[in-house]
């Protein structure tokens, strides 16, 4: 039994090392067609300025206590490093755009999901960037959740699924990302009141500029993000 497991974790680990080397090349593939477009992108003053934004600022080391720190499962020997955000910046404008998000929205999930490397793995067997469960990739049509792009294009698409499930209601979407809908769905129209994914919640909100709510004292969860807005803030104001 021992050594079937032995061959099975060396299979995944080199599925892995081949998918992580095959999403480098895409995205060296990508940066070199964006950087050939820049001449051509849209005046920053103009509607499509949206899509320019600065990135999020880039998160601090896992030892940082700051909520980032990597999956404790995550499988250490593969060679995956943290992507840079720049270099797969195509491919979240890209998602955005399809499906109506805010690409710092994607960008701000990342980071709690993965911190950037397209190799996590988490100790339920969520799986890259976006940190997808197996299931929901087979639903999603993910065949590689360790490609960057793939991850990417399946969590914005599942996202936006949540979202509009719970109406734009963005807490209750995350919280449905983190935890799974039932979960949201058996507490009542609130975030679970789960630590886990209350943190992971409050985590991405912040990150967003947006004030998380006061579940203690019976607050509304906050609303939803703009949908390809011009404005780098979500609509909804920082509750009082």
Known sequence: ????????????LAAMQKSVDQQKAAIAAAMAASIGKQGQAPNPGGKDAFFILAPLSPPPAAN???GLALPESQIAD???????????????????????????????????????????VSD???????????DTSARLTVKDPFDAKQSIDGG??????????YSGNLALALGAYN?????????????PNIPE????????????????????AGAAPVGPVAAASTDPVPPTPPQQ
């Open 1 to 12: 039994m021992e050594a079937a497991a032995l061959k099975q974790r060396d299979g995944t």
């Open 64 to 66: 940082a206590g700051s």
């Open 78 to 120: 593969v060679d995956c490093d943290a992507v840079p955000e720049t270099s797969v910046a195509p491919f979240l404008l890209e998602a955005a755009q399809r499906e109506g998000l805010e690409p710092r929205l994607l960008t701000a999930v990342i980071q709690q999901e993965s911190a950037f490397r397209p190799c996590a």
């Open 124 to 134: 339920k067997g969520a799986q890259g960037l976006m940190q997808l469960m197996p």
């Open 156 to 165: 914005a698409k599942y996202l936006k699924e949540l979202m509009t499930r």
């Open 179 to 191: 935890a799974g809908p039932d979960k949201v769905d058996q507490a009542g129209g609130i975030v």
């Open 197 to 216: 994914t209350t943190s992971y919640v409050n985590g991405i909100l912040t990150k967003l500029g947006i004030k998380p709510p006061d579940a203690a």
